[in-house]
Every structure is written in structure tokens, then in C-alpha cells.
């Protein structure tokens, strides 16, 4: 999900920036072109983390500014398909709830809250279970399964989510899957035959 890339590129340092070191005029630049951007390589920008080489600078005729090879790592968020995430339910609406993971939004569609009936309940902002009774509001906590991505270019990306089966959702949700799974397995006790002990 977070992960540190090394990249090569090129960058332009203007000439309000030659007094000082080319690697602090270059992490200007690059954060001014990197932050907070969505790549389909790289996913959501968080920070440029350093700048490890700055080349020498070529000049243009007729350009003030100088044209440099760069090297720097950046931090990012890329999430995949099928990848576990937690986070919090930072807003719902009739059609599904939004969960907050790091830098991004992902939706939770209404068909994808649970394995049940869920109607939205519009003055309490929630929805709710018909035969399990689950609720889900806001400030939640979660956990839900990447099934959708979508990163486009630019500052826009989409993340599809489900939290559909075992062991996803609301914390009490997954103790009460685990509590489940734990007594089908436990092995079933039998009463003695009292008629065999008869002497």
C-alpha cells in the first residue's frame, strides 16, 4: 500500500533559485510537481522523501532557466486489488459510505456494506441490517477488501471496496465471524449411554 520509489527524471530550476544548493532549489521543484498527484505507475504522490543526485546544469539559448537529470525518491500510496485495508467511515450517503485510507477515499457501495438487507436511514445518517441488525455510521472504523482501482492522472482516483464477506466490516462484526468459525469447528460433545452401564 505505501511504498518509497526511486525515480529519474529531468527538472527546470528558474533563476530566482541559483543562490542556493541545486538539491534544495531541485525538492522544490520536484514537490511542486510531484505532491499530491495520481499516477497509474506510482499511485497517489505523498511526499518527495529525498533527493539523492542533482546532475550538472545544461543551458539553453534563449531559456533563463537550467535544465538538470535528477534522481529522488518519493513516497507513495498504491493500492492493489484484493489488498486488505482498514480505515474510517468518513461520510454516508444513500448509495454507499465513504472509507478514508491515508491520501485516498474509497467506496463502499450499499450492495457491499454487508451479507444482508441494508436500508439507509436518513435521520440518523446510517445504515442497518434488516435480519443481522448492523449499523453503520460515521467515525467508524473498518475493516474492508480493495475490489475496484482506478487512478487516473491528475488529483483524481477512484477505490471500490466490499466489506461483504467474513471477517470484514466493524470490529465487532469480525469478533462476532470469528466467534462463529470458532464454534463450528469446536467438536460436538456426546452424552454417555447410560443403557450399556447396566449391571
Known amino acids: 500500500m505505501f ?3 526511486t525515480i529519474e ?11 542556493q544548493e541545486k538539491e534544495i532549489s531541485a525538492r522544490i521543484i520536484l514537490s511542486e510537481d510531484y505532491e499530491g498527484i495520481i499516477t497509474r505507475d506510482y499511485g497517489f504522490v505523498i511526499a518527495v522523501v529525498d533527493v539523492l543526485n542533482v546532475g550538472m546544469g545544461i543551458i539553453i539559448p534563449g531559456n533563463a532557466n537550467t535544465f538538470h537529470e535528477v534522481e529522488f525518491t518519493i513516497l507513495s500510496f498504491k493500492p492493489t486489488v484484493s489488498e486488505v485495508v482498514e480505515g474510517t467511515v468518513v ?7 465513504f472509507v478514508r485510507l491515508g491520501p485516498l477515499d474509497g467506496l463502499v457501495h450499499v ?8 436500508s439507509y436511514e436518513q435521520v440518523g445518517n446510517r445504515f442497518i441490517g434488516k435480519e443481522t441488525g448492523k449499523i453503520l455510521e460515521v467515525n ?8 475496484a ?5 491528475g488529483r483524481s482516483g477512484k477505490l471500490g471496496l466490499t466489506m461483504r464477506q467474513k471477517f470484514l466490516g466493524k470490529d465487532e462484526w469480525i469478533a462476532a465471524d470469528i466467534e462463529e468459525t470458532y464454534a463450528e469447528k469446536e467438536p460436538k460433545q456426546t452424552e454417555p449411554n447410560n443403557e450399556d452401564d447396566i449391571t
Not at 461520510?91 to 459510505?97: K, R
Not at 482501482?149 to 492522472?153: I, R
Request: charged residues 25%.
Open 3 to 5: 511504498k518509497l520509489y
Open 9 to 19: 527524471g529531468k527538472i527546470e530550476i528558474p533563476p530566482f533559485l541559483f543562490g
Open 91 to 97: 461520510e454516508i450517503v444513500d448509495f454507499g459510505s
Open 111 to 118: 450492495s457491499q456494506i454487508c451479507d444482508d438487507y441494508i
Open 140 to 147: 467508524d472504523q473498518v475493516r474492508a477488501k480493495i475490489i
Open 149 to 153: 482501482v482506478s487512478l487516473g492522472t
